[in-house]
């Protein structure tokens, strides 16, 4: 099935990228990488009239560290993360994800803005940077604004985006000391994942007891899903099994997985336990491991 007919736009900076979309919010859609947005369209799921070419803009593709913060440009590609130097000492746990996600063709093209702003719901990246509390900072042509990134997601493909806004760059604090964070996924023959499950732990060096938690799911909805239930669960204790078994029960109960063709809801929830009382056990570990370190 081909491609619908659509005019193609290069803008060359945000402010010309953002009059022309606040000109035709509902006919525009914004071009970063593509991957997505081209097999929607090639299934004519999605029909935009103009597509935004924002890849040549200049000064969106980087990876940076200075005041404590990682700061990702939007046209950063996941390749770009995968073997970037910076990522893989100060963030890791981006740096073992990024392998896992699609293929080859999509690493090297697909950028992290995109990714983020098409709201796909069967993604890695999301539940790994919301469980580090991660912002964007989205711009249109006049102003800039920081928004958590757990907040972005409103729903399957839909963002609180305003229809001017582009996303411009991601925001990462350099973990806490004493601070674990685990990323697992699980998939069946795709590149997408069926479930995906980030959990972080910061524990007090002194009790060993877990201070902090964020315990974040994907793909088991339409957005990621943080279970705050599951977090409180944990706080106030050491590591133990039954508490990993209990925030992962309360994750299973908390998410809303549709049957598909790949799994039926009930395989899906089974995943969801398996997978977040594996990563809440990591994530203890690695936040652990840190009291010798």
Not at 72 to 84: K, M, N, P, R, V
Not at 126 to 136: Q, T, W
Request: proline share 7%; hydrophobic share 40%; aromatic share 6%.
């Amino acid at each position: 099935m081909g491609l619908n007919r659509f005019e193609y736009i290069e803008a060359s900076s945000i402010p010309e990228a953002s009059r022309f979309l606040a000109d035709r919010p509902e006919e525009a859609r914004i071009y970063a990488g593509g991957t997505s947005l081209l097999l929607l369209m090639k299934q004519r799921i999605a029909r935009p009239a103009y597509l935004v070419n924002i890849k040549k803009i200049p000064g969106l593709r980087y990876i940076d560290k200075n005041d404590g913060t990682v700061r990702i440009g939007a046209l950063t590609t996941h390749h770009d993360l995968e073997f970037s130097p910076l990522i893989r000492r100060w963030l890791p746990v981006i740096s073992e994800l990024e392998p896992e996600v699609a293929n080859i063709r999509v690493r090297s093209t697909g950028t992290i803005g995109g990714n983020l702003g098409f709201a796909e719901p069967l993604t890695d990246l999301p539940p790994v940077l919301i469980a580090m509390d991660a912002r964007i900072k989205v711009a249109d042509e006049s102003l800039e604004r920081l928004l958590p990134l757990e907040h972005l997601f409103r729903g399957y493909y839909e963002t609180s985006l305003r229809p001017q806004e582009l996303i411009t760059e991601i925001q990462v604090d350099l973990p806490a000391p004493f601070f674990g964070i685990k990323y697992l996924r699980f998939s069946m023959g795709s590149d997408k994942p069926l479930v995906g499950c980030a959990v972080g732990i910061r524990i007090d060096p002194e009790s060993k007891l877990c201070v902090d938690a964020r315990c974040v799911l994907g793909c088991v909805g339409p957005t990621p899903l943080r279970v705050r239930e599951a977090e409180e669960a944990l706080k106030g204790l050491p590591y133990r099994v039954n508490s990993s078994a209990k925030a992962a029960r309360i994750a299973a109960t908390a998410c809303s997985p549709l049957t598909d063709l790949r799994a039926t809801e009930e395989y899906k929830r089974a995943i969801v336990e398996v997978l977040m009382r594996r990563a809440v056990e990591e994530a203890f570990r690695r936040a652990s491991s840190k009291l010798q370190g």
